[in-house]
Structures are given as structure tokens and as C-alpha cells.
């Protein structure tokens, strides 16, 4: 029963979830606080297990609908080779009558190759902004060939939209993580690469944080994601970044980032805007689909347009999730002091290697790191942004 659940979610179809309350179409939505991630759109409360499958579904449908995009059902074929001579993955994606390719290399560690293998990986969104940890592979994924993100005239640019159409709903980020499947694809079915499948972690930095949290958040077998200060559109709230920008911090904010470039649907305009009330989720929910699995965000206090602040709240209140799923120290984050953006302090390595260590060397470590300099009072429950109380756990089953 359950996995016939997850089976759909990683296909995100709806058809099959018969047991899954139907998403009603609330037009009137208008929440000022941060949704309840543990009550469905309808009211219901999530109980069970399986209420939770069907939430996390009915949240990444919703954030298909009216922010990212859709994702599109696995392809027709998806074919590679590995050349141990340029350490290149070259992936060939058939579907709609079309074939795309991209050539994602990867960067072994220190004195290894793929014959000394298998690695656990991270793969980085436009490379990665951490440092390369020992022992880890790094697999390049040129996400701007894939879906451009230039400005506004990048709309509909790129690989991905060659093959579903200039008119897809996805925006930038959707198609990178469509295209982060695709080499989970290719790393699962060719020999050779010197990469351990079981052990694939994602990465990337400010607009590249930002996708990689959506290719975590939508590829179910990543087992760690690390978006590096990813500010707004990434683990910042859309309320609450629009919040700190009324009390006068030049925060980015929804309306903002819909004029500034294509990493969101243009379905999204109408609540950009309008009132970022209006949407039935935000990006705390987001982080939510990761859930049980690794994540580790790291961000910067030096940048008020990063919005650390909305970032807090939205790890605050997502890091009640993987407690009440009984797995909290699977997700964590940092907020250090001001330094150059995308710059890694050395002052992150040890609560990094703390994560890395858990998910990529499966070695027990301390990940209890939920960590600011910042001086942010929000909390959960919060009056202002989070009315509501989580359930202690979930119980196994419905009678
Ligand atoms: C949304 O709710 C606020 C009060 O919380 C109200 O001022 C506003 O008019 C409402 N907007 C819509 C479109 O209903
Ligand atoms: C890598 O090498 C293979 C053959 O060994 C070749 O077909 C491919 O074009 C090369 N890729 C790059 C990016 O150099
Ligand atoms: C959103 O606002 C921008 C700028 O005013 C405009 O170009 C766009 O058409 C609007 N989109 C929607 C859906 O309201
Ligand atoms: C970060 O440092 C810059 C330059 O020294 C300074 O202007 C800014 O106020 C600092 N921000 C914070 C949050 O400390
Ligand atoms: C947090 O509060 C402490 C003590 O008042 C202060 O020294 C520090 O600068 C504050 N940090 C930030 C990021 O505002």
C-alpha cells in the first residue's frame, strides 16, 4: 500500500493515488503564516504514514501547479557511456520524438579515477561551492545548457526545452532537476563510472542553491542535499522574505525574482504579483519533500538580500517535519557570519564532514547541527508564522 503511494510520487501522477484525498481548488487561499505542513489543503490532519505520502504528493503536486512547474514522467529511453579517458558521462534522453544529449564530467578524488572506485558523489549545479570533500567525487552537471538563466529572455532556452517545447510550464530549476534524474538514470545503468549510486549527494551555491534543492526535493534518490546560501526561490520563505522587505531590509522577494529571471513557471507570476498568500505552500514545505532524507543548508549572515532571517524560519519550521518523522538530526543547517558570498568559511567544514560522513561514508555521526549567529527569534509553534503544533509522530496505519 505504501509503496504503491511512493511509486506515485516519484512518477507524480495522480491517477493511481486512490487512497489520496483529491487537491480541492481553493481560489480564495489567503494565509498570511506559513501553512501547516501537517494538514492537508482540505483541513484534514495528517495522522498516518501514509497521510504523510499523500501530503508530501499533494505538496510537490502544488508546487508544480503554481510555482515550479511540471516535471515531466520518466522518458522514453535514456541511454549512456562512460569514457575513463576524459571522465566524461555522455547521456542521451529520447522522448516527444526528440533526442537531447549533455556531457556531465566528473572530478575524482585526489589521485583516484573510476577504475579505483566506487565513490559516493555530489553532484554540483554549476559545480559545487564547497569545498571537494576527501574521498567524493564531483559530477559537473552544466545546468545553463540544460535551461538558460540569463534574464527574462531566457525563458523556454536550453536542451530540456527543445524537447518538451518553449512553452513547457517548467521553469529553469524544474528542467535541472529533470535533467539531475536523468544522470541518476545514466550513473544506474552504466558500468563503470566509478560512482556508487546509493550514495549521490547534490550542490550548489546562491541561484545553484536554489536548484539544488529543487533536485532534491524531486529526485528521491539523492540521499543528501546542500543548498549553499540560496536566499530567496531557495530555503527563504516567501512570506517571509516579503515581511523583512516592508520593515525595510532590501530582502528579495517573489515580485522581485519573477522579473529578474526564468527559474520559476510563469504560472507563478499571478502570485508574485499579487500576494504570496495566496500560494497554498511555501518553501519550508519545499524542504519538506526532502524529508527523511539528508539535508544540510548552509548559509551567510552578510548578505540582507539573501534574506537569512526567512531562511531561519523556513529551517525552523521544516526541521519539525523530519522530528515528527522520528529522523531530525537527518536535517540540519548552519548560518554562519558574514563572509564573500559562495565563499565556504572553514569556520562550516566540521558540521559539513559531519553530514557528509552520515550520508556518503554511512558512518554514525553526531548531525544534531542546527546552528545561526544570527539573533532570530522564530520558533514553532510561532503566534506570527507558525500557528500551529506538530504531531509528536505518526502512527503506522489507519485501521
Ligand atoms: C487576505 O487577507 C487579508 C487579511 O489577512 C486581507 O486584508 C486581504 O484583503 C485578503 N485578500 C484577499 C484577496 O482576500
Ligand atoms: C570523451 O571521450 C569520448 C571517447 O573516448 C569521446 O567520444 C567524447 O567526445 C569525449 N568527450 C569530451 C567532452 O571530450
Ligand atoms: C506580472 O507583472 C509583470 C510586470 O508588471 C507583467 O509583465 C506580467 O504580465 C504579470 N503577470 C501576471 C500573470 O500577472
Ligand atoms: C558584513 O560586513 C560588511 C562589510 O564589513 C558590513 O557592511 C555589513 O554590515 C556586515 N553585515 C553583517 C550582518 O554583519
Ligand atoms: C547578535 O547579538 C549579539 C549580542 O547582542 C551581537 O553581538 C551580534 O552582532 C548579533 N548578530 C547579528 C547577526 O545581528
Given at each position: 500500500?505504501?509503496?504503491?503511494?511512493?511509486?506515485?510520487?516519484?512518477?507524480?501522477?495522480?491517477l493511481?493515488?486512490?487512497?489520496?484525498?483529491?487537491?480541492p481548488n481553493?481560489?480564495?487561499?489567503?494565509?498570511?503564516?506559513?501553512?501547516?505542513?501537517?494538514?492537508?489543503l482540505?483541513?484534514?490532519?495528517?495522522?498516518?504514514?501514509?497521510?504523510?505520502?499523500?501530503?508530501?504528493?499533494?505538496?510537490?503536486?502544488?508546487?508544480?501547479?503554481?510555482?515550479?512547474?511540471?516535471?515531466?514522467?520518466?522518458?522514453?529511453?535514456?541511454?549512456?557511456?562512460?569514457?575513463?579517458?576524459?571522465?566524461?558521462?555522455?547521456?542521451?534522453?529520447?522522448?516527444?520524438?526528440?533526442?537531447?544529449?549533455?556531457?556531465?564530467t566528473?572530478?575524482f578524488?585526489?589521485?583516484?579515477?573510476?577504475?579505483?572506485?566506487?565513490?559516493?558523489?555530489?553532484i554540483?549545479?554549476?559545480?559545487?561551492?564547497?569545498?571537494?570533500?576527501?574521498g567524493?567525487?564531483?559530477?559537473?552537471?552544466?545546468?545553463?545548457?540544460?535551461?538558460?538563466?540569463?534574464?527574462?529572455?531566457?525563458?523556454?532556452?536550453?536542451?530540456?526545452?527543445?524537447?518538451?517545447?518553449?512553452?513547457?510550464?517548467?521553469?529553469?530549476?524544474?528542467?535541472?532537476?529533470?535533467?539531475?534524474?536523468?544522470?541518476?538514470?545514466?550513473?544506474?545503468?552504466?558500468?563503470?563510472?566509478?560512482?556508487?549510486?546509493?550514495?549521490?549527494?547534490?550542490?550548489?551555491?546562491?541561484r545553484?542553491?536554489?536548484?539544488?534543492l529543487?533536485?532534491?526535493?524531486?529526485?528521491?534518490?539523492?540521499?543528501?542535499?546542500?543548498?549553499?546560501?540560496?536566499?530567496?526561490?531557495?530555503?527563504?520563505?516567501?512570506?517571509?522574505?516579503?515581511?523583512?522587505?516592508?520593515?525595510g531590509?532590501?530582502?528579495?522577494?517573489?515580485?522581485?525574482?519573477?522579473?529578474?529571471?526564468?527559474?520559476?513557471?510563469?504560472?507563478?507570476?499571478?502570485?508574485?504579483?499579487?500576494?504570496?498568500?495566496?500560494?497554498?505552500?511555501?518553501?519550508?514545505?519545499?524542504?519538506?519533500?526532502?524529508?527523511?532524507?539528508?539535508?544540510?543548508?548552509?548559509?551567510?549572515?552578510?548578505y540582507?538580500?539573501?534574506g537569512?532571517?526567512?531562511?531561519?524560519g523556513?529551517?525552523?519550521?521544516?526541521?519539525?517535519?523530519?522530528?515528527?518523522?522520528?529522523?531530525?538530526?537527518?536535517?540540519?543547517?548552519?548560518?554562519?557570519?558574514?563572509?564573500?558570498?559562495?565563499?565556504?568559511?572553514?569556520?562550516?567544514?566540521?558540521?559539513?564532514?559531519?553530514?557528509v560522513?552520515?550520508?556518503?561514508?554511512?558512518?554514525?555521526?553526531?548531525?544534531?547541527?542546527a546552528?545561526t549567529?544570527?539573533?532570530?527569534?522564530?520558533?514553532?509553534?510561532?503566534?506570527?508564522?507558525?500557528?500551529?503544533v506538530?504531531?509528536?509522530?505518526?502512527?503506522?496505519?489507519?485501521?
Amino acid at each position: 500500500m505504501l509503496s504503491s503511494i511512493v511509486v506515485a510520487f516519484l512518477g507524480f501522477s495522480r491517477l493511481v493515488l486512490a487512497e489520496c484525498p483529491a487537491i480541492p481548488n481553493l481560489n480564495s487561499y489567503n494565509v498570511t503564516s506559513l501553512p501547516n505542513p501537517f494538514a492537508f489543503l482540505s483541513g484534514a490532519h495528517v495522522v498516518t504514514t501514509e497521510d504523510w505520502a499523500c501530503r508530501q504528493d499533494e505538496v510537490g503536486t502544488l508546487l508544480q501547479r503554481d510555482e515550479l512547474g511540471l516535471m515531466p514522467g520518466d522518458p522514453k529511453s535514456v541511454t549512456a557511456s562512460f569514457s575513463a579517458s576524459n571522465n566524461t558521462l555522455t547521456i542521451t534522453v529520447v522522448d516527444q520524438g526528440t533526442s537531447i544529449t549533455f556531457a556531465p564530467t566528473i572530478t575524482f578524488p585526489t589521485g583516484g579515477s573510476s577504475a579505483s572506485g566506487p565513490y559516493p558523489a555530489i553532484i554540483g549545479i554549476g559545480g559545487i561551492s564547497i569545498p571537494q570533500p576527501s574521498g567524493v567525487a564531483v559530477i559537473n552537471f552544466n545546468n545553463d545548457e540544460i535551461a538558460q538563466q540569463n534574464d527574462q529572455t531566457s525563458r523556454g532556452q536550453g536542451l530540456f526545452f527543445e524537447m518538451f517545447g518553449a512553452d513547457a510550464t517548467a521553469g529553469a530549476m524544474m528542467a535541472w532537476a529533470w535533467a539531475v534524474r536523468r544522470i541518476m538514470d545514466a550513473l544506474d545503468k552504466t558500468p563503470g563510472t566509478g560512482i556508487d549510486i546509493t550514495r549521490v549527494a547534490v550542490s550548489g551555491c546562491s541561484r545553484n542553491g536554489k536548484g539544488a534543492l529543487v533536485a532534491g526535493a524531486f529526485e528521491p534518490r539523492i540521499v543528501l542535499t546542500i543548498p549553499q546560501e540560496s536566499g530567496s526561490g531557495g530555503t527563504d520563505t516567501w512570506r517571509i522574505s516579503d515581511w523583512l522587505l516592508a520593515g525595510g531590509l532590501d530582502t528579495q522577494t517573489a515580485s522581485e525574482i519573477v522579473q529578474e529571471n526564468v527559474w520559476f513557471s510563469p504560472l507563478f507570476d499571478q502570485f508574485a504579483n499579487t500576494s504570496v498568500n495566496r500560494l497554498p505552500f511555501d518553501h519550508h514545505q519545499l524542504l519538506g519533500l526532502v524529508a527523511p532524507r539528508g539535508l544540510f543548508a548552509i548559509d551567510n549572515l552578510g548578505y540582507d538580500w539573501l534574506g537569512p532571517e526567512s531562511s531561519y524560519g523556513a529551517l525552523v519550521a521544516a526541521r519539525t517535519i523530519w522530528k515528527t518523522l522520528g529522523e531530525e538530526t537527518n536535517m540540519g543547517f548552519s548560518q554562519s557570519a558574514n563572509h564573500t558570498h559562495c565563499v565556504f568559511p572553514s569556520t562550516q567544514q566540521a558540521e559539513l564532514d559531519a553530514f557528509v560522513d552520515k550520508f556518503l561514508f554511512n558512518k554514525p555521526t553526531n548531525t544534531d547541527i542546527a546552528n545561526t549567529a544570527g539573533n532570530y527569534t522564530i520558533a514553532v509553534p510561532d503566534a506570527m508564522w507558525a500557528p500551529w503544533v506538530p504531531p509528536l509522530s505518526l502512527v503506522k496505519k489507519r485501521d
